[in-house]
């Protein structure tokens, strides 16, 4: 019989890079889908035939019920969140509905529906579960660099939601014996991020001022430091903090650290541009509160799980501009067909 995970977030980029994973590791796998007619569900299904969907929304206690009693999963993995930290700005109350309440919901849907209960005798329902924890929560940071028993000190409404959902999987863990994981993933990037991250958006700007389809790159604060590793990597580290003996917590990243100049000159580089000649700052987009710095000490989780990471940041830059000049020159192609067409 093959293992059944489930994925919150199944649409999102970790989740995408997840799915392919395990499935290559003989899993069936589910994805939690919301929505009416959610049109990234299409994308899945197209890089991913063999995912499996669940509706279902972290906002929705009884939709994680059903979807937790009808799949049966044996791993479940809490992907699913709101994830631009700008947003929890503009958003407060929904960002921690969702990135912190619906952490809570999907513990009560495994905890339900696997009958743990609060007796005091600790079981053990031989669900697993993962909790996508993030290093925004350690930030202004209390010591560089940071290690699972670093001070969390969260600098937007995104950071203490995400807070909230790591205190909540510990004490799931401590109160009915549950195996709960937090994943303390620092910054990770590829092709599929989302274009309103800083890596993405930056290499996508290249593309399109390489092929002369933009002509400046608006950026906010370029000094702050990152520890940005590869999504492909650290999944395969999500899968292995669950195949462990017991729940606990991990801090994953590449212990490297680079400023978002750093990021800018990398990209523009690689097609041979000058990055002063084409980034403006733009102060609207420096956040009211920042995460000046990052960067992850993860000796524990890499010797506990014999994990590592395959690709440095200044290839993982170079990647995204590479595919992003292929999707920007496609674009260009259909767009020159669509013109050079007489209807
Ligand atoms: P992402 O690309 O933004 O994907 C977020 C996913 O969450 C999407 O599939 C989205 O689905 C889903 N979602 C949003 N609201 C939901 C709701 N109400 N119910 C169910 N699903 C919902 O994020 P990511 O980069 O893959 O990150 C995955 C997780 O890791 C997130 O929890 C993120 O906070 C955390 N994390 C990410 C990083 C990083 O650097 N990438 C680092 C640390 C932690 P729709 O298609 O329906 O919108
Ligand atoms: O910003 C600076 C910005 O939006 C990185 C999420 O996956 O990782 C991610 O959160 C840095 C910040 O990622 C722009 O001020 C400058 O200091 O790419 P980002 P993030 O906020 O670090 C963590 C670990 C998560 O958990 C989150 O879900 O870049 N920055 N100029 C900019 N950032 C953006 N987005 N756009 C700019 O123009």
Known sequence: MSKRALITGITGQDGSYLAEHLIAQGYQVWGLIRGQANPRRWWVSRQLSEVNFVDGDLMDQSSLVSAVDKIQPDEVYNLGAISFVPMSWQQPELVTEVNGMGVLRMLEAIRMVSGLSISGITHNSGMRFYQASS???????????????TMFHPRSPYGVAKAYGHYITQNYRESYGLFGVSGILFNHESPRRGAEFVTRKISLAVARIK?????????????????????????????????????????????????IRDAA??????????????VVVDPALVRPAEVETLCADSRSARKALGWEPTIDFPDLMRMMVDSDLRNVSRERQYEEMLLSTSW
């Open 135 to 149: 290093s925004e929560m350690f930030g202004k940071v209390a010591e560089t660099p940071q290690r699972e028993t």
């Open 211 to 259: 092929l002369g389809h933009q002509d400046q790159l608006r950026l906010g604060n370029l000094d702050a430091v990152r520890d940005w590793g590869f999504a492909g990597d650290y999944v395969r580290a999500m899968h292995l903090m669950l195949q462990q003996e017991q729940g606990g917590d991990y801090v994953i990243g590449t212990g490297q650290m680079h400023s």
């Open 265 to 278: 000159r990398i990209a523009f580089d690689h097609v041979d541009l000058n990055w002063e000649d084409y």
